[in-house]
């Protein structure tokens, strides 16, 4: 059978235009005879990620950026798509899709960072992402720190500055002389002062050294009279327990039942009640006492002048009473 001219053009011309749209996407990073799988992330900021941008494990290339695109929901985020060549490599759950400068000249790709999980992600599966922290960033975030305490530190010497301008004009020098003159006093008061205490504790020396006699005979006699010490502490420790052991409580009870009772009868005497109450609330018992007392002051008077009157006795007999003209009839 012979082929026509023109079938051959026309197979020729599909071949060639196959090939061409094969060649543009492989240059582009699509393989249509790559069984490669597919993940996808989400990111708020790509940080100049683009397609055909590798993915890596550990540094070792295991994919490429095949797709980036706007969210459909107006959200603002992109979302990426790549791939992973490696079919026997799995991706367990929780892995983390991180896009990172990959070497000095900044080009921008995707780090996944592997968990240790025993449950693996599916075909086109969407991963946890995540933005490494630029160069700039990270040079920033160091610097600030730095540029704060800077800030700090001018701000400081600048107010040392103003201080120590303010210490140098006239009236702070005649200040500060007027307060090196007072110290200057203050050190020679010291100095004199620590003279004198040096000189009385030179004059004092011999009682010093007496009093210091005195406090360790006093040591020595009490470590040699340290058993009669303990005894006598004993004994007070016996005396205490034996207060702490008696019925302090009855004792004053009783005083209290007794100074009631006191109380009681003292205010009977007050009132007149019983015999000490009328002794002492009645005058007539005083009247009647002291008109006794006269009496018998008058007794003793009469008895002292007329002895005759009251003790009669002779030793040869005795005489007849001459009777007094007042006892005569």
Not at 111 to 117: A, D, G, I, S, V
Not at 268 to 291: C, P, Q
């Amino acid at each position: 059978m012979k082929i026509s001219k023109e079938v051959k053009i026309g197979a020729v011309m599909v071949l060639a235009i196959f090939l061409a749209v094969w060649g543009a996407n492989y240059l582009k990073g699509t393989n249509f005879f790559d069984n490669s799988r597919h993940f996808y992330a989400v990111y708020e900021n790509i940080n100049g990620l683009s397609r055909t941008n590798p993915v890596k494990i550990n540094g070792f290339k295991v994919g490429q950026v095949e797709e980036i695109d706007f969210l459909p929901d107006f959200s603002g985020k992109l979302y990426v798509k790549f791939s992973v060549t490696k079919d026997e490599f799995r991706i367990p759950k929780g892995t983390r899709a991180e896009i990172f400068s990959d070497g000095f000249l900044g080009a921008k790709a995707i780090r996944l960072k592997l968990t240790e999980e025993d449950v693996f992600h599916n075909d086109r599966d969407t991963l946890f992402s995540g933005v490494e922290a630029s160069l700039q960033e990270s040079v920033n975030a160091q610097i600030a720190p730095l540029k704060r305490k800077a800030e700090s530190l001018i701000g400081s010497i600048d107010s040392a500055i103003t201080t120590v301008k303010s210490i140098f004009n006239t009236k702070a020098q005649e200040d500060i002389g007027s307060s090196i003159s007072n110290i200057r006093q203050s050190l020679e008061i010291f100095k004199q002062t620590m003279l004198d205490a040096d000189a009385m504790v030179n004059e004092n020396r011999v009682s010093f050294k007496n009093i210091s006699s005195g406090i360790e005979s006093i040591v020595t006699n009490f470590e040699k009279n340290n058993e009669t010490l303990n005894k006598t502490l004993a004994n007070l420790q016996s005396i205490s327990d034996s207060l702490a052991g008696a019925n302090l409580q009855q004792t004053i009870n009783n005083a209290s039942l007794a100074m009631q009772e006191i109380a009681e009868l003292m205010g009977k005497v007050n009132r007149g009640e019983g015999s000490i109450g009328a002794l002492l609330n009645n005058d007539s018992l005083y009247k009647n006492l002291e008109a006794a007392a006269y009496d018998l002051d008058q007794l003793m008077l009469d008895m002292r002048l007329n002895p005759e009157r009251y003790v009669h006795f002779s030793i040869f007999g005795r005489k007849s009473k001459k009777k007094s003209p007042a006892e005569t009839p």
